[in-house]
Structures are given as structure tokens and as C-alpha cells.
């Protein structure tokens, strides 16, 4: 280590995770001299296949635990439901980073929008829900359509039901198991937006061009960058994924997914707000799209973060296009491999499922090509 506290190329990155986002951690890290060990629960999973090396284990097998924090200089993770218990033991013995205090903050959605709320970030409107009778209150208070989720675990639309008029309440509270939930009003967006921003062991900030997302059957389907929106509402977003940053002390790469809303006022002149939606502490699937098109990607600027060193520059290209691929959907590699400008990636995932994110193509436009 570095008198600053930058760990020097050689170095070895702990990963928890082995799934496609640690795959790209581990590719971006290479090319800076620096060594990916995956702690993962199977040897062949995706950012394995990759790694300078790999442990496996359950994440409550503190001896394999307790290797691999031997064998690694930094740890970070490729996903946010990591078990506090299992941060708290990698903590004690190597620097983790994001801290564990990002884990605790989004690993529940009520602890998160309490948080986004307590720094004065608008959230949509929402209650702790604990059983059917509390469901029925408060969705006379919050209004339908409304979205009840579970408060830990879900993901790619996993763990939510949508109440409409005339929906069952107890049978959406049974379809989610009874587990501990929050019901969250619904915000008439125009778009679906996120930051992908950066915070640097010295405390400095660096966000990617706001992006916009499109969703089919609640898995995101297609990225566009830079978003449709006015440089004064991109300003306040970035501003709200800073303020997030700071009082996280976080170090690494972060997403804020978030609603555009917009509306006309009665002297007929556009007004746009940005509301947070949830936050995803880790590298995230909106900014695939920088691998290609920004002067750094979000998986070279996690490295960059979380090792001490400056931060690149986030600048964008052009405009870009990142489509996912998923499932049945990466056997077009052949075609997409064949089409000048597509950049291909393909997560090493032996099975394709219905749902399953297989791999990605972004598509780059050059200015002088647009």
C-alpha cells in the first residue's frame, strides 16, 4: 500500500459474488495490473471463469471465509443482499468497500426510503406493511395503483405485486409469503432514469451522463445514454446521487435508479422532477453501457475507487444503446458478432432461462456518425 493509501498494481481485489457483475469487475481490473479472487458458492460461475483465483463457499463458512480475506488486499461485492454477518467478519480483517454501512442502509427497502426521506431526497409515498389488516389502512391512505413489495430480497420485479382497483389485498400479502413488506404509492413517470456515480477513497465524486431505462416483463430491456431530460434536472440527480454518496462515507460505484416526472403548468411550460426509486450499492446493469461508450467504464471506475486511485473520467462518446440479452435471446450471437459497431457480451452462463440476463450488445454513436 501506497502512503495515500492506494493499493499498487499486484495487488489481489476480493470479490464476493460470481455472477456476471464480478466477471466484469475482474476484466476491468486486469488491465491495470491488478488480481481478481472470486468468493463465490460454485468454481464455475461466471466472474470465476475469469478470476486470478477463486474460493468457494457459503457465506456463513467463516474458515473459507477467513481464507479468502487472507489471500486479498480490498474486498467489495456484485451484489447487495451479502449478509451483515458475513461483511462484519471480512471487515474485521481487510478493508471492505462500499462499508458495511451501505449494505445496512439498502438491504431493506423501508430502512432505504427512511434514509433517501431523512436526507430529504423525495421517495413515492410509503408504509411498513406487517400484515393484510395494515396492507388495507394503508393503501386508503396511499391510493391505487400502488406496488406492494417485500422489503428484503427482491429484484428484477421478484417480490412486488402491483394493487389495482379491485386487486385481493390479502391475497397479495399471502402471494409474497407474509414476509415484512412496503407498499409504495404509484409515481406517474414519463421515464425510468438512473446515476451511476463514483465516490474515491479521498472523498471525490465523478457521475456517468444520466441514462434512461427501458423494462419488459420487469427485467431492464434496453439503456440509453445520455437520458432526455434538461441539463437543471440531470444537475439535480447528480446532486442527489452525491448527497447519497457523502452520507454513505461510500467508496465505489453506485446506481440510483429514479422517475422522471414531468408536468405542465398552467402557463403551459414543462416542469421536471426526479424521484428516487431504490438504490443498488455495486456496479449495475443501467451502466453496462460505459464499458464502451465512456472514456472509463463503471467497472474500471469501481476498481479505481475501491484500490485508492483517481478517478477516470466519466465523459460520454456518443450517444449509446445497450440492449440485454436475455435468455434465448444470446443465441442471435452469430449475427449480433457479425454487425459492424456491435460490441458483444456474452457472461459465460451455461443454461439460458426464461428471465435470465445471458449477456449484453451496446451500440456506440459516434457524433460524426449520428
Known amino acids: 500500500m501506497t502512503p495515500d493509501g492506494a493499493l499498487p498494481p499486484g495487488s489481489t481485489i476480493g470479490v464476493l459474488g460470481g455472477g456476471q457483475l464480478g466477471r466484469m469487475i475482474a476484466l476491468a481490473a486486469a488491465p491495470l495490473g491488478l488480481r481478481t479472487h472470486i468468493y463465490a458458492h460454485h468454481a464455475d460461475e461466471p466472474a470465476a471463469q ?86 388495507a389502512r394503508h393503501i386508503g391512505q396511499i391510493g391505487r395503483p400502488s406496488i406492494l413489495k417485500t422489503r428484503r430480497f427482491g429484484y428484477d420485479g421478484k417480490g412486488q405485486f402491483l394493487l389495482r382497483e379491485g386487486s385481493d389485498v390479502g391475497a397479495a400479502f399471502r402471494a409474497l409469503g407474509g414476509a415484512p413488506c412496503i407498499l409504495e404509492g404509484f409515481v406517474p413517470f414519463e421515464r425510468e432514469i438512473s446515476v451511476i456515480g463514483a465516490r474515491g477513497l479521498d472523498g471525490a465524486f465523478a457521475a456517468f451522463d444520466v441514462c434512461e431505462n427501458e423494462h419488459e416483463n420487469h427485467i431492464l430491456a434496453v439503456t440509453r445514454a445520455p437520458a432526455r431530460m434538461a441539463p437543471e434536472t440531470a444537475a439535480r440527480a447528480f446532486d442527489i446521487c452525491h448527497r447519497i ?81 436475455i435468455g434465448d435471446q444470446a443465441d442471435r450471437w452469430r449475427e449480433i458478432a457479425a454487425e459492424p459497431g456491435a460490441h458483444l457480451h456474452l457472461y459465460g452462463k451455461a443454461e439460458a432461462r426464461p428471465g435470465r440476463k445471458m449477456g449484453h450488445v451496446t451500440r456506440v454513436f459516434l457524433p460524426s456518425t449520428r
Not at 403551459?268 to 453501457?289: D, F, L
Open 50 to 135: 475469469v478470476a486470478a483465483a477463486v474460493t468457494t463457499g457459503e457465506w456463513t463458512d467463516e474458515a473459507a471465509l477467513a481464507r479468502f480475506a487472507d489471500a486479498v488486499d480490498v474486498v467489495t461485492y456484485e451484489f447487495e443482499n451479502v449478509p451483515a454477518a458475513t461483511a462484519a467478519f471480512l471487515a474485521a480483517r481487510k478493508p471492505v468497500r462500499p462499508g458495511p454501512l451501505a449494505l445496512e442502509k439498502t438491504q431493506d427497502r423501508l430502512v432505504e426510503k427512511d434514509f433517501l426521506n431523512a436526507l430529504g431526497i423525495p421517495t413515492a409515498p410509503y408504509a411498513a406493511v406487517e400484515n393484510a389488516g395494515a396492507l
Open 245 to 325: 454518496l457523502d452520507a454513505l462515507d461510500y467508496v465505489g460505484v453506485i446506481a440510483v435508479e429514479m422517475f422522471l416526472v414531468a408536468e405542465t403548468g398552467a402557463d403551459g411550460a414543462r416542469r421536471e422532477k426526479v424521484v428516487v426509486n431504490e438504490i443498488a450499492p455495486r456496479v449495475h446493469n443501467s451502466g453496462h453501457w460505459t464499458i464502451e461508450g465512456a472514456e472509463t467504464s463503471q467497472f474500471q471506475q469501481h476498481v479505481r475507487a475501491i484500490c485508492g486511485w483517481p478517478l477516470g473520467a466519466p465523459k460520454i462518446r456518443g450517444a449509446v444503446e445497450m440492449r440485454n440479452l
